[in-house]
C-alpha cells in the first residue's frame, strides 16, 4: 500500500517457516522456564505458554506491519509510538492468555505473574531484543525502519 512516498509491501512469510521458528524459540525457552519451575516435567506447559509469547507475538507484529502501518502518516516517530503501543497492548493481552493457560493446566504450581503493565513493558523489551537480532542479520527491523 503506498501512503506518501514510501510504498509498504506486506509482509509474507510462509507458514511453515513461522511455525518452525516460533516452535523451537517455545522448545528452547520452555526447557529453561521448566527448570526454573521445577523441572523438565514442567516442560510441555511450559513450552505451551512461551509458544503464546512466540507465535502470538508473530501475529501482534503482523497486525502492525500488514494491517495498521499501511494506515499511518509517513512520520517515523508517529510509526515508533503506534508500534510501541502495539505492542504494549499485545504483551497484556498475551501475558493474560499465558496466565488463563496456566491456571487451566497447571494443578498446583503458583507462578508468579508480572503487573498488567509489567506484562507490557516486558513484551516491548522481547520485541526490541528480536528486533535487533534482525538488525544485526542486516534484515528489515525496528530500527532501521525497513521493517
Known amino acids: 500500500m503506498q501512503h506518501g512516498d514510501i510504498t509498504w509491501q506486506p509482509y509474507h512469510e510462509p507458514l511453515s517457516t513461522t511455525l518452525l521458528r516460533t516452535g523451537a524459540i517455545a522448545l528452547v525457552v520452555g526447557a529453561v522456564l521448566a527448570l526454573r519451575l521445577g523441572g523438565m516435567a514442567y516442560w510441555p506447559i511450559a513450552m505451551l505458554l512461551v509458544l503464546w509469547l512466540s507465535l502470538g507475538g508473530h501475529w501482534i507484529e503482523i497486525l ?25 497492548l499485545g504483551g497484556i493481552v498475551l501475558v493474560l492468555a499465558m ?43 525496528f530500527y532501521n525502519g525497513r521493517g
Open 64 to 88: 502492525f506491519l500488514n494491517f495498521l502501518r499501511p494506515h499511518l502518516p509517513v512520520v517515523y516517530p508517529v510509526q515508533i509510538a503506534v508500534r510501541i503501543s502495539i505492542w504494549f
Open 99 to 141: 496466565k488463563l493457560t496456566a491456571m487451566t493446566l497447571a494443578q498446583h504450581r503458583p507462578i508468579h505473574w508480572p503487573a498488567w503493565w509489567g506484562a507490557g513493558l516486558a513484551f516491548i523489551g522481547i520485541e526490541l531484543i528480536a528486533h535487533l537480532v534482525l538488525q544485526f542479520r542486516r534484515r528489515p527491523n
